[in-house]
């Protein structure tokens, strides 16, 4: 019903920048909150940062003042720009979004497949 693709990963020195695209496409009525979460080897799923269709947003301490989270409505995609990026920072990146989907009452939750970013020292 909806898909979410995933670009812009890749390999980057410790400083610099990436930044992630995601694009929902399908039966889409409305999307609400919008959000990138990240998952390294051995570890729980984190949120990095949220936002919701009105522009409220939320990131995790982690990354406040060096990653910035923005959408676009009209495109149904999700931006994560990582500046000032640290080897911690290395992880397979997830968006995800909270969608109403044409024929179903409540917001249903789809991930994306991931992208792998790893910062190196």
């Known amino acids: 019903q909806v898909q979410l693709v995933e670009s812009g990963g890749g390999l980057v020195q410790a400083g610099g920048s990436l930044r992630l695209s995601c694009a929902a496409s399908?039966?889409?009525?409305?999307?609400?909150?919008m959000g990138w979460y990240r998952q390294a080897p051995g570890k729980q799923r984190e949120l990095v940062a949220r936002i919701t269709r009105l522009g409220v947003i939320n990131y995790a301490e982690s990354v406040k003042g060096r990653f910035t989270i923005s959408r676009d409505n009209a495109k149904n995609t999700v931006y994560l720009q990582m500046n000032s990026l640290k080897p911690e920072d290395t992880a397979a990146y997830y968006c995800?979004?909270?969608?109403?989907?044409?024929?179903?009452?409540?917001?249903?939750?789809?991930w994306g497949q991931g992208t792998q970013v790893t910062v190196s020292s």
């Open positions: 399908g039966s889409i009525v409305r999307i609400n909150d």
């Open positions: 995800n979004c909270k969608v109403y989907v044409l024929g179903y009452s409540a917001q249903q939750d789809y």
